[in-house]
């Protein structure tokens, strides 16, 4: 059973505009949300992270939002460029169970220049 | 820095091989972990090992079994390969001690090893 879903495998976009990546989760325990990006032959890379106590992260480009009440959470990345074409994981955990991660199932951004 | 290194990158096994993937970090991270990625699935838990000289099991042990080796080494054994378990495997570590109550740390992943099984 999916704890962690990503209903959009793949997300066209134009250069310099806004990417939106979703994310929905259905553990009401979960405390701490990440999200991963991925190249080709690559292992994921920690890019944000969101504890949920915040309902907004952001660093540089690339910001999270969290709305637990819905049990959501997406990233934006604005503005979009090329190099962020990739595959996005978001990823899940609860502290009071041990921290393990649970990951949705990968968006695919294609940045179209 | 390597950071996270994964060896072999690839491998293709006949049904019923053995196997190690080998998996060692430079970062003098205390927690380590392997996963597999399947195709329309997230990345899911095979083992960890929250320190040197524990390993557990994740969400989808069945098939595998791992040595924390010492703190930089955490090896993860196929003692019959099957079909099933064709997959890329990543392992990852992280700062700190992984259990109830201990602050989160980001997982730094390794390049992934990608193993076909006949």
């Known amino acids: 059973d999916q704890q962690v879903k990503q209903n959009s495998p793949s997300l066209s976009v134009q250069e310099g505009r806004i990417s939106i990546l979703n994310c929905d989760y259905t553990?009401?325990?979960?405390?701490?949300f990440l999200w991963y990006k991925k190249y080709p032959a690559e292992g994921p890379t920690f890019l944000i992270s969101?504890?949920?106590?915040?309902d907004k992260n952001e660093d540089g480009r690339f910001t999270v939002f969290l709305n637990k009440s819905a049990k959501h959470l997406s990233l934006h990345i604005v503005p979009s460029q090329p190099g962020d074409s990739a595959v996005y994981f978001c990823?899940?955990?609860?502290?009071?169970?041990?921290?393990?991660?649970?990951f949705g199932t990968g968006t695919s951004l294609t940045v179209i220049p | 820095n390597a950071g996270v290194t994964q060896t072999p990158k690839f491998q293709v096994l006949k049904t019923g091989q053995s196997m190690t993937l080998q998996c060692a970090q430079d970062?003098?991270?205390?927690?380590m972990y392997w996963y597999r990625q399947d195709p329309g699935m997230g990345l899911r838990l095979i083992y960890y090992?929250?320190?040197?000289?524990t390993t557990d099991k994740g969400e989808v042990p069945n098939g595998y079994n791992v040595s924390r080796l010492n703190k930089r080494e955490f090896s993860l054994r196929l003692e019959s390969a099957a079909p099933s378990q064709t997959s890329v495997y990543f392992c990852?570590?992280?700062?700190?001690?992984w259990g109830p109550g201990q602050r989160t740390q980001p997982q730094h992943f390794g390049d992934g090893t990608r193993l076909s099984i006949l």
């Open positions: 970062m003098n991270h205390n927690s």
């Open positions: 553990n009401s325990m979960f405390d701490y």
């Open positions: 969101i504890s949920s106590i915040k």
């Open positions: 090992s929250a320190s040197e000289g």
């Open positions: 990823a899940a955990s609860a502290s009071n169970t041990g921290n393990q991660f649970y």
């Open positions: 990852a570590s992280s700062e700190g001690f």
